[in-house]
Nanobody, 123 residues
Framework: QVQLVESGGGLVQPGGSLRLSCVAS????????MGWYRQAPGKQRELVAT???????NYTDSVKGRFTISRDNARNTVYLQMNSLKPEDTDLYYC?????????????????WGQGTQVTVSS
């Protein structure tokens, strides 16, 4: 089975920084696109940033110039460096990965989600 485990959330003042990490573990052959999404209570989950194995990145407009997504392919890990944080960045942040892994004794490609890590920006 494949699992995504996030870390790095917390409480930070406006203008501060946080770095989120997400590790994919289990019987993995390849990890394709990895990304971060966020969701506020009562709202739909929205894309924050994604990156592919080649390092190509995509960001939602509201975080461009403030957030940086990166990955370590050897460690199946994706990071989100968040700078100049604003109160409106407060959300539950989820890691997402498109993984080719062993599922029920067969190689299968499947999208996985982490359990979420809370980011709160408040003075």
């Amino acid at each position: 089975q494949v699992q995504l485990v996030e870390s790095g959330g917390g409480l930070v003042q406006p203008g501060g920084s946080l770095r989120l990490s997400c590790v994919a573990s289990g019987s993995i052959f390849n990890v394709y696109v990895m990304g971060w999404y966020r969701q506020a209570p009562g709202k739909q989950r929205e894309l924050v940033a994604t990156t592919d194995r080649g390092g190509n990145t995509n960001y939602t407009d509201s975080v461009k110039g403030r957030f940086t997504i990166s990955r370590d392919n050897a460690r199946n890990t994706v990071y989100l460096q968040m700078n100049s944080l604003k109160p409106e960045d407060t959300d539950l942040y989820y890691c997402n990965a498109d993984v080719l892994g062993m599922v029920e004794f067969m190689p299968r490609r499947h999208e996985y989600w982490g359990q979420g890590t809370q980011v709160t920006v408040s003075s």
